[in-house]
């Protein structure tokens, strides 16, 4: 994706057919380089040309209609579709809008990709204009917040009257700005071009925000550093840590992670809000069989509770969802966490610490002598953590914990690859949980839609499965398939006009039976166990997912899309 046309192309445009003799066009050039924009941009501001003469040359290269936003104007509501995130990252913006139907001005009309996302997001017809990088970088200016003015001017009063509260105000104007796009990670990220690239992760997807140079990289480093009580003369090592942030009289953590690179210190800011930290199991979105089991295993006096997926799975929301109901007993709860993500009244929490020798495995082998009664155990990582955890487990404890795996069958070849024995495995487990996340329908904007051809195909395919009718018996007896309803968000102020807010977790949940541990102790496959699980009533991820499709929750393309990958 590009916000300027060709250089070469331009060129020969421009120079070769006369409009504009080859030193001028050479001085534009260089202005744009010095400055960091478009070469159209330069060329408009140096009266070499007029914008819309040059968008209609360009606009006929393309094969597309030219608009000059700015007298054109926009439609208030049609400009709010895209966020502005997502719109400066594309070099777009919507300016009409007429029932489904809406006007895209763009300064890359080959960005197929990006305008097949926008017409299976406003599931109507898109029309492509083009426009010129000057045209649309005025009409940026519609946005209230312009946190690129913002940052260009903390800038240039860093490089021009190097003003050291620069770089602390750029790190709160990146935070505010997270927060207000509902970001859940912030990317700050140096290379080798010399300038330092910010990314927001918005509803699991990363659009890159602005970029500042890298002579401010190490203050910006350094404020977040001091922020999180880290070592600011420590450039070579990896650190983490965490701070309290607060917008609009909510209170977020912010986790940090700083990881030296070649070019720099890569950072990442999580951002977690008092929201996440009172989700209750209830609201991540189990089906009501499998809430009922994980309840079955939480009243249990002792055994494993393992949580499974991959990084961003949300398995650090869960596993605090289940401590925060144990937390509700007169019990000793006590934890090891790398890093230590929500602080927890009543339960005593460990940081590891490599550089003091507390690791998870020394972390755990402590705990025990603390007399507790549940231990939450951040991650099994490696063999002496998932002895101890299982032995743990053996001898009265109750143990929450989180592995890395792409399914629940997945984690018991993976401990006795660990060196535990298959019977400890078989008696300790109670409960493992494999979970996914994907964006929840906005509540705000939600209807009732036709389901689309794919769709149908898709649930024909699937139909006459086992797991597709055992889902139908248990959550949707005597209902046909047909009956079904398929909701989707048409885009609100509320979710950016994506038609999603927030997130949830589709999960498959495998309660330890007497079959199941018969098979852990045969050293049995991953695909075995699960086989099994299945044929005793385990419904797998992409089947409670359909099941949220069909009770409102999310869309066919966020399954279909998540479990393909």
């Known amino acids: 994706m590009s916000l300027s046309y060709d250089r070469e192309k331009l060129k020969e445009l421009l120079v070769g057919k006369g409009h504009i003799d080859e030193l001028h066009y050479k001085a534009a050039e260089e202005d744009a380089d010095k400055l960091g924009q478009a070469i159209e941009v330069s060329l408009v501001e140096h009266n070499e040309i007029k914008d819309n003469v040059l968008g209609e040359l360009i606009a006929q290269e393309y094969g597309v ?13 049609a400009f709010e579709i895209l966020p502005e995130v997502v719109a400066r990252s594309q070099g777009a913006v919507v300016f009409a809008k007429d029932k489904d139907d ?26 492509v204009f083009y426009a010129t990088p000057f045209g649309i970088r005025e009409a940026f200016k519609n946005y209230k917040n312009n946190i690129y003015k913002t940052i260009k001017d903390l800038i240039n009063d860093y490089e021009d009257n190097k003003n050291e509260s620069s770089p602390v105000a750029l790190v709160e104007c990146l935070l505010d700005y997270a927060y207000e796009n509902m970001a859940s990670d ?24 602005s970029k500042y140079p890298i002579v401010m990289h190490r203050p910006v480093v350094s404020r977040i550093k001091i922020m999180s009580h880290l070592r600011t003369d420590e450039q070579d090592a990896t650190q983490d840590g965490r701070f309290d942030y607060t917008k609009d009289k909510v209170k977020f953590d912010v986790r940090v992670s700083i990881l030296p690179i070649t070019h720099g210190e890569n950072v990442v800011l999580r951002i977690l809000s008092e929201k996440s930290r009172k989700m209750t199991l209830d609201d991540l979105g189990l089906l009501d069989e499998d809430l009922e089991k994980v309840k079955r295993a939480i009243d249990k006096p002792y055994g494993m509770i393992i949580i499974v997926g991959p990084t961003g799975a949300g398995k650090t929301t869960t596993l605090y969802s289940i401590m925060l109901i144990l937390n509700q007993q007169p019990i000793n709860i006590v934890s090891i966490e790398d890093p230590v993500e929500y602080s927890v009244v009543k339960v005593q929490q ?3 610490n490599i550089k003091k020798n507390i690791t998870f495995a020394n972390g755990l082998r402590e705990i025990v002598r603390q007399d507790p009664d549940v231990i939450m155990v951040g991650e099994i990582r490696d063999n002496e953590t998932a002895s101890i955890a299982v032995n743990a487990a053996m001898t009265g404890h109750m143990l929450l914990s989180t592995m890395h795996a792409n399914d629940a069958g997945t984690i018991f070849p993976r401990l006795s690859e660990m060196g535990v024995e298959p019977f400890l495995v078989a008696s300790s487990v109670n409960i493992v949980i494999s979970q996914r996340l994907v964006r929840k329908i906005c509540s705000y904007c939600k209807i009732l839609y036709p389901p689309h051809p794919e769709n149908l195909s898709e649930i024909k395919r699937m139909k006459d499965t086992k797991e597709f009718k055992a889902l139908m018996d248990r959550h949707f007896p005597g209902q046909k398939i047909e009956d079904l309803k398929l909701y ?20 498959e949940v495998m309660e330890i039976d007497n079959d199941i541990r018969d098979l852990i102790i045969k050293k049995s496959s991953a695909s075995a166990i699960e086989a099994k699980a299945i044929e005793n009533g385990m419904i797998p991820v992409f089947y409670n997912g359909v099941g949220l499709v069909f009770r409102g929750l999310t869309t066919f393309e966020e399954i279909l899309g998540l479990t393909n990958n």
């Open 65 to 77: 209609p030219f608009v000059d936003i700015n007298e054109q104007g926009v439609d208030n509501e």
């Open 102 to 127: 809406i006007d895209l001005a763009i300064t890359d009309p080959n960005n197929v990709e990006f305008i097949d996302s926008l017409k299976k997001v406003t599931k109507g017809k898109v029309t």
């Open 186 to 209: 912030i990317h700050i990220e140096p290379s080798g071009s010399g300038d330092v690239s910010v990314r927001f992760r918005v509803d699991g997807i990363l659009y890159e925000v």
């Open 350 to 352: 460990i940081q590891v």
């Open 488 to 507: 989707k968000g048409t885009g609100c102020k509320n979710c950016n006009h994506t038609g999603y807010l927030g997130r949830l977790g589709i999960f």
